[in-house]
C-alpha cells in the first residue's frame, strides 16, 4: 500500500524566513511519481513539481527547492526567503506507474502562514 | 490556454435530492479525474477516465455515485439520493497523454447537502 505523511500540519513564519515543509512516503513499487500541489485560500491545487523515482537530482526554482532522498523516502519542500504570497496549503502526493493506475495518494497536507 | 472548468462552483441541495457535477478539462488533455477533498484533509481519489471509458473507479464510494465521459472530453459526475456525508469540495483534474501521471486541477465544485 502506498502512503504519504507530512508530520507538520501548521507552520506559522516571518516574510522573510526560510522554511522547510517535511514529506515522507511509503511504497513498495521501483517506479513511482512524488508531486507537491500548492492550495492557497482561493482552493484550486496548483501543480507545483512532479519528481520520478528514478532522478534523484535536487530541484531550484526561483525561491522554491525540493531535496529528494530515496533512502529516507523524503521529498522535502523548501521556500527560501518566505513571502506573504507563499501562504497556502502544500500537498505531497504519490502516484505509483502499474496499469490502469493513476491515482495520486495525498498527504494531510502542510498550512504555511507567512506573516508580515 | 483554458486551464480545467468546473460548473457550477457552488451547489446547495437537500438530502436525497440527484445533483450533477460537470468538469470541463484542458483541451486535448486524454484523462480526466475525479477527486473529492472534505475540509482539512488531502484529496481522495474517486474515479480515471482514459477517454470515454473509466479506467478506475475503485475510489468511488458506493452505487450512488456514477461519472460519465461520453464524447472523451467533458465529464459529469453523478450523486443520486444525496446524504448529507457527500458534502465536499468535488475536484476535476485532467492530464495527457504524454504526461499522464502530472494532473491539472480545476476549481472544484463545493457540495453542501442540507
Known amino acids: 500500500a502506498q502512503k504519504v505523511t507530512q508530520a507538520q500540519t501548521e507552520i506559522s513564519v516571518v516574510e522573510k524566513e526560510d522554511v522547510t515543509l517535511d514529506c515522507v512516503y511509503e511504497?513498495?513499487?521501483?517506479?513511482?511519481?512524488l508531486f507537491w500541489y500548492k492550495q492557497p485560500p482561493s482552493g484550486e491545487l496548483v501543480f507545483l513539481i512532479r519528481?520520478?523515482?528514478?532522478d534523484e537530482q535536487n530541484e531550484i526554482s526561483g525561491r522554491y527547492s525540493w531535496n529528494f532522498q530515496k533512502s529516507t523516502s523524503s521529498f522535502n519542500f523548501t521556500i527560501t526567503a518566505s513571502q506573504v504570497v507563499d501562504s497556502a496549503v502544500y500537498f505531497c502526493?504519490?502516484?505509483?506507474?502499474?496499469?490502469?493506475?493513476?491515482?495520486?495518494?495525498w498527504g494531510l497536507g502542510t498550512s504555511l502562514a507567512v506573516n508580515p | 490556454g483554458a486551464g480545467v472548468s468546473q460548473t457550477p462552483s457552488n451547489k446547495v441541495t437537500e438530502k436525497g435530492k440527484y445533483v450533477e457535477l460537470r468538469c470541463d478539462p484542458i483541451?486535448?488533455?486524454?484523462?480526466l479525474y475525479w477527486y473529492r477533498q472534505s475540509l482539512g484533509q488531502g484529496p481522495e481519489f474517486l474515479i480515471y477516465?482514459?477517454?470515454?471509458?473509466?479506467?478506475?473507479d475503485s475510489g468511488l464510494p458506493n452505487d450512488r455515485f456514477f461519472a460519465v465521459r461520453p464524447e472523451g472530453s467533458v465529464s459529469t459526475l453523478k450523486i443520486q439520493r444525496t446524504e448529507r456525508g457527500d458534502s465536499a469540495v468535488y475536484l476535476c483534474?485532467?492530464?495527457?497523454?504524454?504526461?499522464?501521471?502530472?494532473?491539472?486541477f480545476g476549481p472544484g465544485t463545493r457540495l453542501t447537502v442540507l
Open positions: 477516465f482514459q477517454g470515454t471509458g473509466a479506467a478506475d
Open positions: 483541451s486535448g488533455h486524454t484523462a
Open positions: 519528481r520520478n523515482s528514478f
Open positions: 511504497t513498495r513499487d521501483t517506479t513511482y511519481y
Open positions: 483534474a485532467s492530464s495527457s497523454q504524454t504526461g499522464l501521471h502530472t494532473q491539472y
Open positions: 502526493a504519490l502516484t505509483v506507474n502499474a496499469g490502469n493506475n493513476r491515482k495520486l495518494i
